[in-house]
């Protein structure tokens, strides 16, 4: 019994000058690939942020699910069609993307949140208008214009809208859908999202959880 306690003591001793460090700042937490998909990796991702609250930090999750509404819009006869890394996306596709992200993954993981004994408050698109945005236009190799439709970029953040749920005691999890100055949504990359988020924001940390490759260098 004693041994278990210490090797505990070790540990909070351990974390104590990152808990003093990342006391009361924002992290943003992009989840996504794999993470997503394998059910004991959800769970244990889910508590750690539940964890990270807990000991004073302010984690803001941003999450996608492209695999996902790949497999809903195949469902419906829709081949997913990307433009360099990026969807393009029509009226049928942004209204999957939707119904997929914001009803359906969103409201997942605020429950899963909730039930690791956290407080979690969704927002997606339109619910809280958090996330601004603009139309993408993305160029071809010849500097031309792509129109790829409903998608977009992240054009700036409702803050203090967002801190007031934070005060609460809430962790924000975040689709990344946009709603433009007319109030038309926007689709929006998830790494490019929580990037842009993580920048307005000035978080201490950016952390992509993905199966992606990111950066590499010349050996990989």
Same mark, same amino acid.
Request: charged letters at 25%.
């Given at each position: 019994?004693?041994?278990?306690?210490?090797?505990?003591?070790?540990?909070?001793?351990?974390?104590?000058?990152?808990?003093?460090?990342?006391?009361?700042?924002?992290?943003?937490?992009?989840?996504?690939?794999?993470?997503?998909?394998?059910?004991?990796?959800?769970?244990?991702?889910?508590?750690?942020?539940?964890?990270?609250? #807990?000991?004073?930090?302010?984690?803001?999750?941003?999450?996608?699910?492209?695999?996902?509404?790949?497999?809903?819009?195949?469902?419906?006869?829709?081949?997913?069609?990307?433009?360099?890394?990026?969807?393009?996306?029509?009226?049928?596709? #942004?209204?999957?993307?939707?119904?997929?992200?914001?009803?359906?993954?969103?409201?997942?993981?605020?429950?899963?949140?909730?039930?690791?004994?956290?407080?979690?408050?969704?927002?997606?698109?339109?619910?809280?208008?958090?996330?601004?945005?603009?139309?993408?236009?993305?160029?071809?190799?010849?500097?031309?214009?792509?129109?790829?439709?409903?998608?977009?970029?992240?054009?700036?953040?409702?803050?203090?809208?967002?801190?007031?749920?934070?005060?609460?005691?809430?962790?924000?999890?975040?689709?990344?859908?946009?709603?433009?100055?007319?109030?038309?949504?926007?689709?929006?990359?998830?790494?490019?999202?929580?990037?842009?988020?993580?920048?307005?924001?000035?978080?201490?940390?950016?952390?992509? #959880?993905?199966?992606?490759?990111?950066?590499?260098?010349?050996?990989?």
């Amino acid at each position: 019994m004693f041994r278990h306690l210490i090797k505990r003591a070790k540990a909070v001793i351990e974390a104590l000058p990152y808990l003093i460090k990342f006391n009361n700042k924002f992290i943003v937490v992009k989840y996504g690939g794999a993470a997503m998909q394998n059910e004991e990796l959800k769970h244990s991702v889910i508590q750690d942020i539940v964890l990270l609250k #807990m000991v004073g930090m302010e984690p803001i999750l941003v999450h996608g699910g492209g695999p996902e509404i790949n497999k809903y819009l195949r469902k419906k006869g829709i081949e997913p069609k990307f433009v360099g890394g990026y969807r393009v996306t029509d009226k049928e596709t #942004m209204k999957v993307v939707q119904k997929v992200l914001g009803e359906k993954i969103n409201q997942q993981i605020v429950s899963m949140i909730k039930k690791a004994g956290g407080k979690a408050k969704g927002f997606y698109g339109k619910k809280g208008r958090v996330i601004k945005a603009f139309k993408y236009w993305k160029k071809d190799e010849n500097g031309n214009k792509v129109d790829l439709g409903f998608t977009g970029q992240v054009g700036g953040i409702r803050f203090r809208y967002l801190r007031k749920w934070m005060k609460l005691g809430y962790i924000p999890v975040l689709t990344s859908i946009g709603v433009g100055k007319r109030g038309g949504v926007y689709n929006i990359n998830a790494d490019k999202a929580a990037a842009a988020i993580a920048a307005y924001l000035k978080a201490e940390k950016l952390i992509m #959880m993905t199966d992606v490759l990111g950066v590499l260098d010349g050996h990989g």
